[in-house]
Each structure stands twice: as structure tokens, then as C-alpha cells.
């Protein structure tokens, strides 16, 4: 074990870490792969969703302005076929496939499709369908949205607030409040990575309400000036600052020169903000 993390860290000083152009899946039919693990289903299924995160959150990371997530849906259609109750693999898996470019693969309908296989093999689960309607959601279809709310609320054992999410995504869309309101109910989730990922999406609501604030006090000083404000400074001898505006995790906003937008520092954890509840 010492030769191996010594010979590691060797070869992280002296060679150039090299990105992979193009990622292989070999094995992609899941009744192939069935066949294949044996009695060993369960063991593949965890090491295919390991692979999963993997390919995920190497994309994310890399340097590429091109970000492809091509395997994403291949890598947890076999995870979820050698283990059909393998719940963490839909449920986050739908949204590593449904967030938006470049933070996801931008793929709503894989991530429903994946979310319909999960109510075939676990009917019995209200959350697949609220899942579902919550992909609709995010991709600003509203009636469809409401439609599998509708279809989550009349599975037995459903919580009592889906009935009123229903018409509250009916008659409000996409506004800020409703999108808390289905990240905060994530937030019970028995999947741990889950509830991180709400938790995540609720600071950036937070960020978003904040935005929308700084945005309103910046076209109160072009209204009293005639120009944008030029720097936070000069908000601050206005009178509409006490301090420097700053994001939930305490980054610096930074303010568009000569226009006056407001926008959220591409260095802060929280970037890119997400458009599901934003105006």
C-alpha cells in the first residue's frame, strides 16, 4: 500500500493528468448485462451507479466548454435494471439528467423516461410521479407538471400537500415561491444525496430573491441619478446600501458596468443559478 500511494503521488507530480476525448461504454443492453453478473446484480448495479456520479461529475468539473453527458443515461439504465429498487439511482439520477447545461445533461425526457421505469418495477412509490411532475416543473410545462402531481397524490400512502400543489402550480407557475415549496419537500427525502441537492437549490433561491432585491435598488439609483449605478460604492454613499452586497455563501455580486444588471460571481459555489422559479 505505501509503494502504490507513493508511485500515485509521483506520477500526479511528474505527468500531465490527460482528458479522455471520447468515454466507452461496452456493455450497453442492461438483459445482457443481467446475464452477465450472475448472482452478482446488486454488486453491479452499485459499481454502475459509482460510474454514473463519475461521469457526471467529471464532466462538470472539466475545462471543456462543451460538456457532453452521453453515457449518463446508458450508465443508470443499467444500474437500475440490475437493481429495479434501486431508488437513490432514479431519483438523483433524474436530476443529474433534467438540470440544465452546462451543470447537467439537459435531457428532461431521459430523466422521465427513467422515472417511468422506476413506476413500472415500484408502483407502489408516490414519489416516482411527483418526481416526474417535478421535471415538467423545472422545464416550465406546468399542466403536465400538475397532471402527475395529480397521478402521485392518488397513490396510496401519498402526503396530504400534494392535493394542493396541484392547483398552486396551475394557477401560479413558475414563480419563486412554488419552486421552494418543491425543493423544501425534498428536503425529507430518505436519500441523503437528495436532500443535499435540495438543500443546494434552496441557498440558490436564496441568491435569486437577493438578485431580484439588488436589481430593484439599482433602478431606484438610475431613476434617481439618470445612469446605473456605476460600482457598489456608489450605492452605498446613495443610501441604498449599508454594505457590500454579498451572495449566501459570500461571494461578492458583481454589478454589470453601465447597465446595472446584477449577476451572481461565476467563482461562487452557487453558479450557474438555476431558471426553474426565476422570472
Known amino acids: 500500500m505505501a509503494g502504490v500511494v507513493g508511485l500515485q503521488g509521483y506520477r500526479e507530480r511528474h505527468f500531465r493528468t490527460v482528458e479522455v476525448d471520447e468515454q466507452i461504454l461496452y456493455v450497453r443492453a442492461p438483459s445482457v448485462m443481467m446475464r452477465l453478473a450472475l448472482s452478482f446484480k446488486d ?8 460510474r454514473a456520479i463519475q461521469h457526471y461529475g467529471t464532466t462538470r468539473l472539466s475545462s471543456s466548454q462543451d460538456k457532453h453527458y452521453e453515457l449518463l443515461y446508458p450508465l443508470l439504465d443499467l444500474a437500475t435494471s440490475l437493481d429495479p429498487r434501486f431508488s437513490i439511482a432514479y431519483r438523483f439520477g433524474a436530476l443529474f439528467l433534467s438540470e440544465g447545461a452546462p451543470g447537467g445533461a439537459n435531457r ?27 421535471v415538467y416543473y423545472r422545464n416550465r410545462e406546468y399542466s403536465k407538471a400538475a397532471e402527475w402531481f395529480r397521478k402521485a397524490a392518488n397513490v396510496p400512502g401519498g402526503p396530504s ?8 402550480t396551475m394557477t401560479q407557475g413558475g414563480d419563486l415561491r412554488t419552486s421552494r415549496f418543491l425543493w423544501q419537500n ?7 444525496w437528495v436532500r443535499t441537492a435540495a438543500e443546494r437549490r434552496l441557498t440558490q433561491l436564496d441568491a435569486i430573491e437577493q438578485i431580484q432585491q439588488l436589481q430593484f435598488l439599482t433602478s431606484q439609483y438610475q431613476r434617481r441619478y439618470g445612469n446605473p ?18 451572495d449566501p455563501t459570500g461571494v461578492e455580486y458583481v454589478l454589470g ?3 446595472g444588471t446584477v449577476t451572481i460571481d461565476g467563482a ?12
Do not use: C
Request: proline share 12%; no cysteine.
Open 43 to 50: 454488486v453491479f448495479a452499485d459499481l454502475y451507479w459509482i
Open 108 to 134: 428532461p425526457d431521459q430523466a422521465v423516461a427513467l422515472l417511468q421505469k422506476a413506476m413500472a418495477a415500484n408502483p407502489e412509490r408516490w414519489e416516482y410521479p411527483y418526481d416526474i411532475g417535478f
Open 161 to 168: 400537500w400534494l392535493s394542493p400543489l396541484i392547483a398552486v
Open 186 to 192: 425534498l428536503l425529507s427525502s430518505e436519500e441523503r
Open 229 to 246: 449605478p456605476p460600482t457598489w460604492d456608489a450605492m452605498i454613499k446613495a443610501g441604498l446600501l449599508r454594505d457590500l452586497p454579498k
Open 257 to 259: 458596468q453601465g447597465s
Open 268 to 279: 461562487s459555489s452557487l453558479a450557474p443559478l438555476p431558471t426553474e422559479g426565476a422570472p
